[in-house]
C-alpha cells in the first residue's frame, strides 16, 4: 500500500487527532490530496493559517457534517482512504443531548459506510475509545454500536469492495477534553481534586495515536479491531507529577465514569490475536470466514483474557509522566 499517490479524507479533520494526522502526512508520506472533512468553518479557518494553500496544495478543506449523506457523497468523491475520527466525545454532553449523539455517532457512522461503499473507497478506518467496552454511558454505548456497525460494513460492501476496520485507544495526552491542563491550572490553588484516588487509566501520547491509526490504515484486511499495546497509569501519580506541593482531594466518581479502563473486555470476540506491539480483535461470524484476505499471523490469546487498566504489565511512573510532559507543546499547558 502507497499512501505517496493517495486521496485521503479525514473526518474530524480539525481535531487534536486529525491535525496531527494531517501533520505526520503531509511530512512524511506527502499524499497526493487530503481531504480535511468537518463542521467547523473556525477551525478551518485557523488551520488554513498554519498551511497557506501556495505551499500545501494538495490539502484540501470541505465543510461538512457526517450527518449529511449527499455532502459525504460528493466529498468521497475519487477518495481512496478514509480516517473517521468525526464524533461527539463529551460524556457530560451526551448524556444531556442524547438523540444528537445518536444522530452523529452511530448514524454518521452507517452514512460513512454507505458513501464509501458507493464511492469505492479501498480502505475505512474508524476511530473508537475504551469506553465502547462494557460501556456505562451513552458515548461509549453510541461508539459500542459505530464499532459493531463498522464490521458489519464489510458485510454490505460483499468482502471485494470497501474495507472497514476500527482503531481502539485509552486517554489520548495532549487531545481536547484531557485533565491535564485543568490539573496545571488548578495546581496555583495548592488543590489538586481527583475523584477517586484509586482510578487507573490507559495513557497513549497524540503522536502515538495518530501512527497507530496510519499503521493500521496501511496493514488493515478489513473487520479488524486494533489495540495498542499502551502503558496505564494512576491518577494519582499524574497529579503528583504535575503538582507534587498540592493536596490531593477525593471528590467522588463522576455519573458515566469507570474506576479503571477496558480495551479488551473478557466477552470480546474469542478471535484475539497478540502482536508485540498491539492486540487485533476478529468477528467470529461465519461471513468472516469467507474474507479472502485473513490474518494468519499472531499468537491467539487465551478466552478469559481482558486487557484492563488496573491489570496492565506496563505501568508509568511519576518521573515518567514528568517526562513526557515536559515534551508536550507549551501552548497546550
Known sequence: MDLTQSSILITGGTGSLGKKLIEILLDEYHPRRIIVFSRDELKQFQLKQKYPEEKYPSLRFFIGDVRDRDR????????????????????????????????????????????????????????????????INLYGASKLCSDKVFIAGNIYSGLVGSIFSVV??????????????????????????????????????????????????EIMKG??????????????????????????????????????????SIEDSRGKL??????????????????????????????????????NECWLSIEELKNILEKMPIGYI
Not at 489520548?172 to 491550572?185: A, D, E, Q, T, W
Request: charged share 25%.
Open 72 to 135: 459525504l457523497y460528493r466529498a468521497f468523491n475519487g477518495v481512496d482512504y478514509v480516517i473517521h475520527a468525526a464524533a461527539m466525545k463529551q460524556v457530560d454532553t451526551a448524556e444531556y443531548n442524547p438523540f444528537e449523539v445518536i444522530q452523529t455517532n452511530i448514524l454518521g457512522a452507517k452514512n460513512i459506510i454507505d458513501a464509501a461503499i458507493d464511492q469505492k473507497v479501498k480502505k475505512v478506518v474508524g476511530i473508537s475509545t475504551d469506553k465502547a467496552v462494557n460501556p
Open 274 to 311: 497478540e502482536f508485540d506491539d498491539k492486540y487485533i480483535i476478529l468477528p467470529e461470524f461465519s461471513w468472516y470466514k469467507k474474507q479472502p484476505k485473513r490474518w494468519t499471523a499472531g499468537k491467539k490469546v487465551p478466552e478469559e483474557f481482558g486487557y484492563y487498566s488496573n491489570n
Open 168 to 217: 481502539r485507544y485509552g486517554n489520548v495526552m495532549g487531545s481536547r477534553g484531557s485533565v491535564i491542563p485543568l490539573f496545571y491550572k488548578l495546581r496555583e490553588q495548592g488543590t489538586i481534586p481527583v475523584t477517586d484516588k484509586r482510578m487507573t487509566r490507559f495513557w497513549i501520547t497524540l503522536e502515538q495515536s495518530a501512527r497507530f491509526v496510519i499503521e493500521c490504515l
Open 223 to 264: 473487520a479488524e479491531i486494533f489495540i495498542p499495546k499502551i502503558p496505564s497509569m494512576n491518577i494519582v501519580d499524574l497529579a503528583k507529577a504535575i503538582a507534587p506541593n498540592c493536596v490531593i482531594k477525593e471528590i467522588g466518581i463522576r455519573p458515566g465514569e469507570k474506576l479503571h479502563e477496558t480495551l479488551i
